[in-house]
C-alpha cells in the first residue's frame, strides 16, 4: 500500500518513536525518515516505518481526510480504502 | 457501496470537474492518462470520481499494484521455500495470488509455515523467538522495499533472509510508454512513491517520451488537480514533470531512505505478471548482501513444482492487458463469474490495489454516471 496513515510522535528512543494513530499507540522506526523528528510532530507511516514528517502547514487536511476515511467507512467491511488505513493503524506494532 | 460522492468541498470538485471538461474540450480529441498507484485507482472508486470525468478522458490504471505483478515464478519461489520447510513471512495480499501450481495459501493449507506481517520489522521479531530459517518473502514498490533495506541493515538476526521481489516504478513507465499502440498521453505518478524516490526522478522519462508526469496524492482533490495540471500540460504540449503533492513529496525526495535502498538493492531486468520483461524494474539484493538473500541462501527447486500443468482458467486472465491500459475488467469473460475475491484467477483480484478487486468490490463498475 502507499497510503501513509499519519500519526503523532509521542515519545523517541533511540531510531523508534512511539506514534499515536486515533488512540491506537505503535512503534514506528525512524530509520529512513528524511527530516529529524521530535514529539509532537506528524510522521506518514508505511509499513512500520516513518516514511516523512508532515510540516506543521499540512497536518490539519491531512488528518481531515483520514479521520473522514474511518469516520463515514461508508463502504462498510468492503471499504478497501477505510480497510487498509485500519490495516496499517492495526499492523504498525 | 459508495454511491455518493463525497467531498469536504463539493463546490471546488465540480469547478475542477468543469476545468477537466474545458481543457479536453480545448484539446478536441480523446485523451488517454495512466495513473501508477493502486491507491489512485481506490480513491477514483470509493469517491465515485469516474463520473466526474469527461467521456472523452480515458483515466487508465497501470502496473501500480505491486502484487499484481508480481511474477508466477516468484510466488513459486515462496511456495517451494515453504514446502522446504522454511518458515515464510509476508504481506496478507501475497497469500492468494496464483502461482504455477500453488498460492501460498495452498501451500499453508497443507501444512507450509507461512505467516502474514504488516511490516518487515515484525519479522525480524518473529526471526528473533526462533531458531529456525525466517525469510520475509518481500513484495511492493519502492516505498516498502526501503523498509526492507532499512531491516537489512540493522543487523538481523543470523536465521534471517530475504526473499525479494521489490518492484521499482519509473522503468515500468517506460515500457507502457513504448508499448505500440499506446494512447496513454500522460501519467499520474502516486504521490507516496515519489515521497521516497522524489518527483525529479522522473525528469529523464518525460526528456525521452516527450510525454507529461504529474505527481499526485491520493485524496479525491490531489487527484482532480493532478489530472487539471496534466491536461494542461498536454494541451499545451508542454511535457514535464509537474509536482501537485509538495505537502509529501519534494525534487529531490527523501535522500536518507534511497541511499539505504540503493546500498541494499540493485535494479535488475524481470517479468512483471502480465506486463513484460521490464529493464531494471525488479529489485534484488547487492551481493554484499549475500547472506541475507533467500536466494542465495537456499536451493530452491522450482522444477520439482513445474511437474504439474498450469491451471486452466489462469490462461484467460488479462490482467496484463489490464494494467497495460489496453482493456478493463469488463473484458474478461471470467470477471465476477470465476474470478471473485473469494476465488481468484488473477493476482488482480487478489490485492486491494488490484483493478479487478476495486471494481469487484465497489459496485462492479466505478462508473457512477447515474449519481453525478
Ligand atoms: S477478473 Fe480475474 S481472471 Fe479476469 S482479468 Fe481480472 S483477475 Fe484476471
Known amino acids: 500500500m502507499c497510503l501513509g496513515v499519519p500519526g503523532r510522535v509521542i515519545s523517541i528512543h533511540d531510531y523508534t518513536a512511539?506514534?499515536?494513530?486515533?488512540?491506537?499507540?505503535?512503534?514506528?522506526?525512524?530509520?529512513?525518515?528524511?527530516?529529524?523528528?521530535?514529539?509532537?510532530?506528524?510522521?506518514?507511516?508505511?509499513?512500520?516505518?516513518?516514511?516523512?514528517?508532515?510540516?506543521?502547514?499540512?497536518?490539519?487536511?491531512?488528518?481531515?481526510?483520514?479521520?473522514?476515511?474511518?469516520?463515514?467507512?461508508?463502504?462498510?467491511?468492503?471499504?478497501?480504502m477505510a480497510l487498509d488505513v485500519r490495516g496499517e493503524i492495526a499492523g504498525a506494532s | 457501496?459508495?454511491?455518493?460522492?463525497?467531498?469536504?468541498?463539493?463546490?471546488?470538485?465540480?469547478?475542477?470537474?468543469?476545468?477537466?471538461?474545458?481543457?479536453?474540450?480545448?484539446?478536441?480529441?480523446?485523451?488517454?492518462?495512466?495513473?501508477?498507484?493502486g491507491s489512485h485507482e481506490q480513491a477514483i472508486a470509493r469517491f465515485g470520481l469516474r463520473s466526474l470525468f469527461p467521456k472523452a478522458l480515458d483515466v487508465i490504471m497501470g502496473p501500480g499494484c505491486p502484487v499484481c505483478v508480481t511474477d508466477v515464478p516468484e510466488v513459486d519461489e515462496g511456495v517451494v521455500l515453504a514446502r522446504q520447510g522454511v518458515r515464510i513471512v509476508?504481506?496478507?495480499?501475497?497469500?492468494?495470488?496464483?502461482?504455477?501450481?500453488?498460492?501460498?495459501?495452498d501451500a499453508q493449507a497443507s501444512g507450509a509455515n507461512i505467516e502474514v506481517i504488516y511490516s518487515p520489522r515484525q519479522a525480524i521479531e518473529i526471526a528473533r523467538e526462533t531458531d529456525e530459517e525466517v525469510v520475509l518473502f518481500a513484495t511492493g514498490f519502492e516505498t516498502t522495499a526501503v523498509a526492507t533495506a532499512a531491516v537489512i541493515l540493522d543487523n538481523p538476526p543470523k536465521n534471517f533472509s530475504v526473499l525479494s521481489a521489490h518492484k521499482y516504478i519509473p522503468p515500468v513507465m517506460e515500457i507502457v510508454a513504448e508499448m505500440p499502440g499506446s494512447r496513454v498521453e500522460g501519467f499520474l505518478a502516486a504521490g507516496h512513491a515519489a515521497a521516497i524516490t522524489g518527483s525529479a526522478v522522473f525528469e529523464p522519462f518525460?526528456?525521452?517520451?516527450?510525454?507529461?508526469?504529474?505527481?499526485?496524492?491520493?485524496?479525491?482533490?490531489?487527484?482532480?488537480?493532478?489530472?487539471?495540471?496534466?491536461?494542461?500540460?498536454?494541451?499545451?504540449?508542454?511535457?514535464?514533470?509537474?509536482?501537485?503533492?509538495?505537502?509529501?513529496?519534494?525534487?529531490?525526495?527523501?535522500?536518507?531512505?534511497?541511499?539505504?535502498?540503493?546500498?541494499?538493492?540493485?535494479?535488475?531486468?524481470?517479468?512483471?505478471?502480465?506486463?513484460?520483461?521490464?529493464?531494471?524494474?525488479?529489485?534484488?539484493?547487492?551481493?554484499?548482501?549475500?547472506?541475507?538473500?533467500?536466494?542465495?541462501?537456499?536451493?530452491?527447486?522450482?522444477?520439482?513444482?513445474?511437474?504439474?500443468?498450469?491451471?486452466?482458467?489462469?490462461?484467460?486472465?488479462?490482467?496484463?492487458?489490464?494494467?497495460?491500459?489496453?482493456?478493463?475488467?469488463?473484458?474478461?469473460?471470467?470477471?465476477?463469474?470465476?474470478?471473485?475475491?473469494?476465488?481468484?484467477?488473477?493476482?488482480?483480484?487478489?490485492s486491494n490495489e488490484g483493478t479487478c478487486k476495486i471494481w469487484h468490490l465497489y459496485g462492479g463498475v466505478p462508473d457512477l454516471e447515474a449519481t453525478a
Open chain 2, 90 to 105: 509476508t504481506f496478507g495480499d501475497m497469500l492468494r495470488v496464483p502461482g504455477t501450481v500453488q498460492s501460498l495459501a
Open chain 2, 206 to 350: 518525460v526528456e525521452r517520451h516527450q510525454v507529461p508526469v504529474v505527481v499526485a496524492g491520493f485524496e479525491p482533490m490531489d487527484i482532480l488537480a493532478g489530472l487539471v495540471e496534466l491536461l494542461e500540460l498536454i494541451r499545451n504540449k508542454t511535457p514535464r514533470v509537474a509536482n501537485m503533492f509538495p505537502r509529501c513529496v519534494s525534487a529531490e525526495g527523501n535522500i536518507p531512505a534511497q541511499k539505504q535502498l540503493w546500498r541494499v538493492f540493485k535494479p535488475v531486468g524481470g517479468k512483471w505478471r502480465g506486463i513484460a520483461h521490464v529493464p531494471n524494474g525488479n529489485l534484488r539484493l547487492r551481493d554484499e548482501f549475500a547472506h541475507v538473500d533467500a536466494r542465495k541462501r537456499f536451493t530452491i527447486d522450482l522444477p520439482s513444482l513445474w511437474d504439474y500443468a498450469p491451471p486452466a482458467l489462469a490462461g484467460q486472465c488479462i490482467c496484463g492487458d489490464i494494467m497495460a491500459g489496453i482493456r478493463n475488467p469488463r473484458d474478461c469473460r471470467l470477471f465476477n463469474r470465476e474470478c471473485v475475491p473469494e476465488n481468484p484467477v488473477g493476482a488482480c483480484m487478489v
Open chain 2, 1 to 37: 457501496m459508495t454511491n455518493e460522492l463525497q467531498f469536504r468541498d463539493p463546490a471546488l470538485a465540480r469547478s475542477l470537474a468543469a476545468t477537466l471538461a474545458r481543457l479536453v474540450d480545448e484539446i478536441g480529441r480523446p485523451v488517454a492518462v495512466m495513473h501508477v498507484c
Open chain 1, 18 to 80: 512511539v506514534v499515536d494513530f486515533w488512540g491506537v499507540r505503535k512503534d514506528v522506526r525512524l530509520d529512513i525518515v528524511d527530516e529529524p523528528v521530535v514529539p509532537g510532530d506528524y510522521i506518514l507511516n508505511h509499513v512500520g516505518f516513518a516514511i516523512r514528517r508532515i510540516a506543521p502547514e499540512s497536518v490539519a487536511e491531512t488528518l481531515e481526510l483520514y479521520e473522514m476515511l474511518l469516520r463515514e467507512n461508508a463502504g462498510g467491511e468492503d471499504d478497501l
